[in-house]
């Protein structure tokens, strides 16, 4: 596997990487889709709503709370997950550069 040379992108565009990353399986875009739905969940819903088993499920939600898509709270001897607010601001701030660059620009 080749080296990804991160350290020559900004601090900005290596956190978008890894949040664009993170939404890149359907899977994961399926659990956010879930997530917006019923606001917080515990592990075991979301096999119940997907069809996928539980470990898999496990480590798509690994994935997205690594990337600060998904926060969980421990309640009893279940994590119960929902969106984190946060990375919508990065988003939107993304987009909204992008919109404003291309608002004076045709091709």
């Not at 739905?37 to 690594?66: F, M, Y």
């Not at 994590?79 to 984190?84: A, G, K, W």
Request: net charge positive.
């Amino acid at each position: 596997m080749g080296t990804t040379k991160s350290e020559f992108f900004s601090d900005e565009q290596n956190k978008l990487a890894i949040l664009f990353k993170a939404l890149s399986h359907p899977a994961r875009v399926a659990i956010i889709a879930y997530l917006l739905k019923v606001d917080t969940c515990i592990c075991g819903d979301i096999v119940n709503e997907l069809p996928l088993a539980q470990p898999t499920i496990s480590q798509h939600l690994k994935e997205l709370k690594n990337a600060g898509i998904i926060k969980g709270k421990i309640e009893g001897n279940a994590i119960c997950y929902c969106i984190d607010t946060k990375f919508l601001k990065v988003f939107e701030e993304y987009f909204s550069n992008i919109r404003s660059s291309l608002k004076n620009k045709c091709c």
